[in-house]
């Protein structure tokens, strides 16, 4: 009969054998090509498979060993639509004259503002029963100017130029006031790169090691959200699949019968 501690040493030994396996790190892509656009209405989904990209030497079968493993995705806001919010103009003022041998002309400007909002940019990102929500930064840059508007002319009265003879004036000039509106553009809102990560939890890790594939779902989690998403990759730590084989009784009775001769021989030696 098989004492309980030598098969004690026999599963020390392979386990001992499992954790000595070592970890090799993969990354591989989804399998969306090209960008695609998420909104309000409409989701993405797509996967990442491990299985073209493992070694090619050694026993990686599944169930797959996977120790660890963290999805990335990348996003960018596409800086459309803009909402258009409000104008706000300053009255005409006056800025300048030209004065000729005939006529006067008077300039005035103003300027009017107008005002753009970029929405919230918010996705959330679905693995299993994990989910990672995030969005795009603020910002609120300087107001930038977009040329010149001609608003138009009136004239501004008339004033003789010179003696009258009479009471009749025989050079008449005018003054003449001339308007334009300088025009600028203020946007403010949510734009820019964003990055979210999940960290695979037991649950997920199981799914992925069952066959080597992890579905992944996103989501726009507002009404004005325009996102692009650019892309995903998978980094995982994978060790070869170890096959523990019990031994036959035959086999245990050899390796304790041995063991057990090893003693009497050591006990006639001392």
Known sequence: ?????????????????????????????DNISGNSYVSSSRSVNGQFDINSSLPSTGNYTAPFNITSATARFYFTDDYDPLRYQRSSATSY????SVRNSN???????RNRTNYYLNDPDDVRVSVAAQAATGGTSYYDPASY???ITYDGYVEGGRYCDGARYLGYCPDWDYNYNFYYTREYTDISGWRGNLILDIVYDDASLMDLMEDGISSFNLTSVCRTCDILYLGGTLTLDIKETVVSSVPEPSVLLLMSM??????????KVI
Not at 3 to 26: C, E, W, Y
Not at 93 to 96: R, S
Not at 103 to 109: A, F, G, S
């Open 93 to 96: 003022y006056y800025t300048n």
């Open 103 to 109: 006529d006067t002309k008077y300039y005035y400007y």
């Open 1 to 29: 009969m098989i004492s309980k501690s030598i098969l004690a040493r026999l599963s020390i030994g392979l386990m001992v054998a499992s954790m000595n396996v070592a970890a090799i790190p993969i990354t591989v892509d």
């Open 145 to 147: 100017s977009t040329g």
């Open 258 to 267: 041995g063991m057990l001769g090893m003693g009497v021989v050591r006990r």
